[in-house]
């Protein structure tokens, strides 16, 4: 059981560049959410997605973009990149179908990202 | 508006010591407390979560107390070792609205041995 899947595992973009991060999940979770780790700051919510075929802003939205391509699949794009994203990336699944919305977050062991 | 707020940022115990993790949040909805243990290179994961109908909760070595009055919670590890070395987050959620838990910054601990 793999749980939550994050590719790649580190990255190196420079400014301006655009790239995707996959995130897959096998647990058949309906939620889904990105975050972002810096040193400090704790998790940030990026995206989330309640459910297949909707999508949420978080806390710090700004400069990315996300797709909930299927209930497994949930992906983080950056259009243009920029070096204040440079930073560790997870995603998490939870199982909020449960009746009870307090299922706990299963993440992946996330993205490291390097703009320069 | 930080609504989870934990403290230390650090902290450093020898083997065999008693760290305690605090957090205070501000919003009384919140009735659901899960703490997360991450290690280096690794996600969070779900260690221990505590619900305000009780004041204490034992998993092991790990305890969480509640203070509902206060509005606080903490994380108490009992004799702790080296392979506790980890950053562990507090959060808090609302059962029955938001499915977003709310994440404390993080305490990174080190047990030296």
Redesign the interface.
């Known amino acids: 059981n793999a749980g ?1 899947t994050q590719t790649p595992k580190f990255q190196v973009l420079k400014t301006g560049q655009s790239m995707t991060l996959q995130c897959a999940q096998d647990m058949n979770h309906n ?1 889904m ?1 990105w975050y972002r780790q810096d040193p ?4 940030r ?1 990026i995206y ?1 997605s ?1 459910s297949e075929g909707t999508t949420d802003k ?1 806390e710090v939205p700004n400069g990315y973009n996300v797709s909930r391509l299927n209930k497994r699949e949930f992906s983080l794009r950056l259009e243009s990149a920029a070096p204040s994203q440079t930073s560790v990336y ?1 995603c ?1 699944s ?1 199982d ?1 179908d449960r009746g ?11 993205t490291r990202l390097t703009v320069t | 508006q930080q609504q989870v707020k934990q403290s230390p940022q650090s902290l450093i115990v020898q083997k065999g010591g008693i760290p305690i993790i605090n957090c205070a949040y501000e919003n009384t909805a919140f009735d659901y407390f899960p703490w997360y243990q991450q290690f280096p290179g690794k996600g969070p994961a779900l260690l221990i979560a505590i619900r305000p109908d009780v004041s204490e909760k034992k998993e092991g070595r790990f305890t969480i107390s509640f203070n509902k009055s206060a509005k606080q919670f903490s994380l108490h590890i009992m004799d702790s070792q080296p392979g506790d070395s980890a950053t562990y987050f507090c959060a808090a959620s609302i059962e029955g609205g938001s499915y977003i838990p709310t994440f404390g910054r993080g305490t990174s601990l080190i047990v030296h041995p």
């Not at chain 1, 919305?101 to 062991?109: E, I, R, W």
């Open positions: 939550v939620s959410y400090g700051m704790g998790l919510l989330y309640a978080g997870f998490a939870s909020t009870t919305n307090n299922s706990p977050l299963h993440f992946g062991n996330g």
